[in-house]
């Protein structure tokens, strides 16, 4: 079967840097999305790796190794507004999207 | 990009009845994707509407209970039948701006069932 497993919850602190860690066991691999879903909202994209290799985008970076079927999703400088849940999602050989359950990020001050 | 309109937001539901949900795209995509989303676990896909052709339903949705229409490329609906309180859930929309394997999915608000 399909799985992608994700810590369900972490915490840290404003001004911090957080790794939300991301494996995955795929049929297939056609790139890895991270999501930002904030509660009662609908998830928005974040970033897109298909190459092994680390993308940057502000303060967010996203690093995948697919050998190791490995991503994280690495926030810098954190604020309040950081505080949400985070889904890895993996496009498989059939072009459709699986999903991880997503990791609840609590920001403390 | 791609902007949907999802209604309703939320609603509480009788045991027996049936919702229908509603989702508008701002532009024509050939394929509209609906999602299940229990408090605490992943998106989990219920069917592929395809304008002109039946949607394609994944293993353990079935049409009867979730029929679905999609009459043009920027309108889809999903009607939630027969329901119980194990349908209580988020429900979204999703569309994809290509097949490719870059394509980013956007969303519509999501629409929060309640069954009592």
């Known amino acids: 079967g399909q799985n992608i497993d994700q810590p369900t919850e972490m915490t840290a602190t404003e001004g911090a840097i957080v790794q939300i860690n991301c494996t995955y066991q795929t049929s297939g691999f056609n790139g890895l999305f991270w999501y930002q879903q904030h509660a009662g909202e609908a998830p928005t994209f974040l970033s897109y790796?298909?190459l092994d290799g680390l993308e940057e985008k502000g303060r967010f970076s996203s690093f995948l190794s697919r050998s190791k079927g490995y991503s994280y999703l690495l926030l810098k400088e954190l604020q309040m507004k950081d505080s949400a849940s985070y889904l890895c999602?993996?496009?498989?050989?059939?072009?459709?999207?699986?999903w991880g359950a997503g990791t609840k990020l609590i920001i403390k001050p | 990009s791609a902007v949907i309109s999802q209604k309703p937001s939320r609603d509480i539901c009788q045991r027996g009845t049936s919702l229908t949900i509603q989702c508008q795209v701002d532009s024509q995509v050939t394929m509209m994707f609906w999602y299940r989303q229990q408090p605490g676990q992943s998106l989990t896909l219920i069917a592929t509407?395809?304008?002109?052709?039946?949607?394609?339903?994944e293993s353990g949705f079935v049409i009867d209970k979730f029929p679905i229409s999609r009459p043009n490329l920027t309108f889809s609906t999903l009607t939630v039948s027969n329901m119980s309180p194990e349908d209580s859930s988020i429900y979204l929309c999703?569309?994809?701006?290509?097949?490719?394997?870059?394509?980013?999915?956007?969303f519509g608000q999501g629409t929060r069932l309640t069954v009592v």
């Open positions: 999602a993996v496009r498989d050989s059939n072009y459709q999207l699986i």
């Open positions: 509407a395809n304008q002109g052709s039946e949607a394609t339903y």
């Open positions: 790796n298909v």
């Open positions: 999703s569309v994809e701006d290509s097949g490719q394997g870059a394509a980013e999915a956007f």
